[in-house]
């Protein structure tokens, strides 16, 4: 572990240690492409320490050397010998009736011609996935008739006591007994 002690100005002892310099590998790129931007924390910790001034000259380096490489073209027979190879892959036969049905619907999902199944599959998967969530929502049971409202305990009976006209005769009867009896 490298360190460094400095005296600072009230006397007190400050102790830099590779921590600062880990610290200082993030900020050092930072600094190798956009030099201006740079802290005057980080300039002045770079121009002191030696090891980080060496990194940050490393990377200038690096990316000079960057710079000069030029990509490769590729040879003239490229995209027949690509084109070749792609074919004897889609041709080589696998094992079983199985595996070669599957094989052949892979390689017209991923080979064939822009216009092919990968449309028609979205549809149909989602399809699939309207109905069985229909079926699960319970959408496709037309035949449910919607439960009647909660009617209040007053209405309810009244219902109950229109609906019986036997206790409504045995009432009259009682009213008109009372009736005569009140008369006499």
């Not at 930072?30 to 910790?45: I, N």
């Not at 199985?98 to 549809?123: F, V």
């Not at 069985?132 to 035949?143: C, E, K, R, S, V």
Request: a negative charge; one cysteine or more; aromatic letters at 4%.
């Amino acid at each position: 572990m490298q360190s460094r002690i400095e005296p600072a100005e009230n006397g007190v002892v400050v102790m830099e240690t590779k921590m600062k310099c880990d610290a200082m590998e993030t900020k050092l790129a930072d600094m190798l492409f956009d030099s201006e931007g740079a802290t005057a924390k980080v300039t002045t910790h770079v121009a002191e320490c030696a090891p980080c001034a060496k990194e940050l000259d490393e990377l200038r380096s690096t990316m000079a050397l960057l710079d000069t490489w030029e990509a490769p073209e590729p040879g003239p027979y490229f995209m027949t010998r690509l084109q070749a190879r792609l074919d004897e892959e889609r041709q080589a036969a696998p094992a079983g009736w199985p595996a070669r049905w599957i094989a052949r619907m892979r390689d017209r999902i991923a080979y064939g011609p822009q216009l092919h199944a990968r449309p028609i599959a979205a549809m149909a998967l989602t399809a699939v996935l309207l109905l069985g969530g229909g079926t699960y929502l319970g959408i496709t049971n037309w035949d449910q008739t919607p439960a009647a409202p909660p009617q209040a305990a007053v209405v309810h009976d009244l219902q109950i006591l229109d609906n019986n006209a036997q206790l409504l005769d045995q009432l009259e009867s009682l009213s008109s007994t009372d009736n005569s009896n009140n008369a006499n």
